[in-house]
């Protein structure tokens, strides 16, 4: 069974910086990447980015584009959010997930089997 666990998040002031982490256990070569999302009060769930374990290929939503890197501990098996540049419309719930298998649009939610549990940030102006 795949397991993801998050951590970090919290509250920042606009321009400042976070990361998140997502611990992934259980995880397969069918597990292939890991993809964040985030989700605003009232709002769809948007596409932040997605990583890929074998080479490390990202790729990222327009809105965060230049802000946001993934990066990923393949011997922890831990994968990174990191937050720069944060705007007040960065906020939301983040989290992180894996697919089941190579199926799947890799920007859609439904694309993905296992989530984490998720992670409030908050950016004031």
């Known amino acids: 069974q795949v397991q993801l666990d998050q951590s970090g998040g919290g509250s920042v002031r606009a321009g400042g910086s976070l990361r998140l982490s997502c611990v992934v256990s259980g995880r397969t070569a069918a597990n292939y990447a890991v993809g964040w999302f985030r989700q605003a009060p009232g709002k769809a769930r948007e596409f932040v980015g997605q990583?890929?374990?074998?080479?490390?290929?990202?790729l990222y939503g327009d809105s965060v584009k230049g802000r946001f890197t993934i990066s990923r501990d393949n011997a922890k098996n831990t994968v990174y959010l990191q937050m720069n540049s944060l705007l007040p419309e960065d906020t939301a719930i983040y989290s992180c997930?894996?697919?089941?298998?190579?199926?799947?649009?890799?920007?859609?939610?439904?694309?993905?089997?296992?989530w984490g549990q998720g992670a409030q940030v908050t950016v004031s102006s």
């Open positions: 997930a894996a697919p089941r298998d190579f199926s799947g649009a890799y920007y859609l939610p439904e694309s993905y089997t296992y």
């Open positions: 990583i890929v374990w074998s080479g490390g290929g990202t």
